[in-house]
């Protein structure tokens, strides 16, 4: 029996942050197709869960203050919550498996789903023209919405590049066709989402699959990618000089590069460094630290242990330029309470005149009306911090690639 419930705005204090349990919530919308593919996932999995997690739902159009709260930008969102705060989110459609996962690796627990099998991965099954059918399926998708850009990019099955390539809806079984590890096919999907437009993003996914050999093994892709990240400049021009953070990277990479050579590290070692990395995140007010140990911690682990676990890390990584911006400027969690009110309230009065409420640059000018001076910090920090995480994430997109082609 699912557990599945929808909350509002009223009630979401008593049935979300009052809730004795862990709770995940589903942010969707009725216009958002991912959203209504994800639902039998949910309800699937949300079962599984009966008595130990609450499965909610919340519809964004509907409850705007409550997506603003949690700054969701992208829908489906699932955030999962424990004792009252946000632990952990991740966007996008999931399958059992993936999302289990996620909410094992969060809570410490292990389910029925999430328990793996041992797997041998084989690209393609080893099948080159398997590999071609798969290419001309994408290719194929991509040049009909080319040619029509004002076309919706997907449908309500099949969500997503990988989808559509293999001509399956669910992820469990796109991943087993191609015989790549979730983690690494995830990661794929995930850094597309840094090359601009969907067509974009899907181009991108397609050039990931042409640099795939054929029957190679990609489980050593995902540690690979995170030794290379952790050495890349990005996050070295906020550890160099550094003793503390610079050891614990270096432990972390030494790890990775154990792993992705077979020699998989203990559990015991990758905890051993996740809670240094948490002490050094914990233990100072500084935000250069604090960012850098909660980024260093979302990569001491397992890359098959969490399918989204690279995704997160590299998201750290990718806003370190931001943080800094927004440290710069002051930037405090009264400021965004405030903006979102503001914005609440102009979105509210829209929809009371009957009108479409205003987004993006329309609703920042809105804002500035009554709130000049946070509208103007707020633009100097979120614009040039957003173009730092997309020449990040197409940086590590370009890493993905070389470090799948030179896969066996």
């Not at 829908?75 to 424990?82: A, E, K, R, V, Y």
């Not at 669910?170 to 990661?187: C, I, N, R, S």
């Not at 190679?216 to 892709?221: G, Q, R, W």
């Not at 590299?314 to 002051?330: D, H, I, K, M, T």
Request: aromatic residues 6%; contains cysteine; proline residues 4%.
């Amino acid at each position: 029996m699912s557990n599945l419930k929808s909350v509002t705005e009223a009630d979401f204090e008593s049935n979300v942050i009052s809730n004795k349990l862990p709770v995940l919530l589903d942010f969707w919308a009725e216009w958002c197709g991912p959203c209504k593919s994800l639902m039998p996932t949910l309800e699937k999995v949300s079962a599984v869960y009966d008595g130990k997690v609450d499965f909610m739902k919340v519809n964004v159009d509907e409850n705007a203050s409550v997506r603003d709260r949690f700054a969701v930008r992208g829908i489906p969102t699932l955030i999962l919550f424990n004792e009252g705060r946000e632990i952990a989110r991740i966007v996008g459609t999931k399958s059992s498996s993936q999302l289990s996962r996620f909410i094992d690796a969060q809570l410490g627990i292990e389910s029925s789903i999430s328990a793996r099998v041992p797997t041998t991965f084989s690209a393609f099954g080893g099948d080159a023209s398997f590999k071609e059918a798969v290419l001309t399926a994408l290719r194929a998708h991509l040049s009909a919405k080319a040619a029509a850009p004002h076309e919706v990019m997907w449908d309500d099955q099949l969500v997503g590049a990988l989808r559509v390539a293999v001509g399956e809806a669910d992820m469990e079984k796109v991943v087993m066709k191609l015989g790549v590890p979730e983690e690494v096919a995830a990661t794929a999907e995930m850094l597309s989402s840094y090359r601009g437009t969907h067509l974009e993003g899907a181009q991108f996914v397609a050039k990931w699959l042409e640099s795939v050999p054929v029957g190679a093994n990609l489980e050593p892709v995902s540690s690979n990618l995170v030794a290379r990240v952790l050495k890349e400049n990005t996050l070295e021009s906020y550890v160099a000089g550094d003793s503390a953070p610079e050891s614990l990277r270096d432990r972390l990479v030494s790890l990775h590069l154990a792993n992705a050579a077979g020699k998989a590290p203990s559990e015991a070692e990758w905890r051993a460094v996740r809670e240094a990395c948490d002490q050094l995140a914990s233990s100072t007010t500084e935000w250069r630290r604090r960012a850098v140990g909660i980024a260093l911690s979302s990569s001491a682990c397992m890359p098959n242990s969490d399918s989204h676990a690279v995704a997160g890390f590299v998201g750290r990584v990718a806003s370190l330029r931001r943080n800094e911006l927004q440290n710069l400027v002051g930037w405090s969690a009264e400021d965004e309470s405030t903006m979102s009110t503001v914005a609440n309230r102009i979105a509210e009065a829209a929809r009371q005149a009957g009108e479409e409420p205003p987004y993006g640059e329309q609703m920042l000018e809105r804002i500035a009306e009554s709130e000049p001076q946070i509208i103007s910090r707020f633009r100097s920090f979120y614009f040039a911090g957003s173009d730092a995480m997309s020449a990040c994430g197409r940086l590590v997109g370009e890493m993905l690639l070389v470090a799948t082609s030179e896969s066996r």
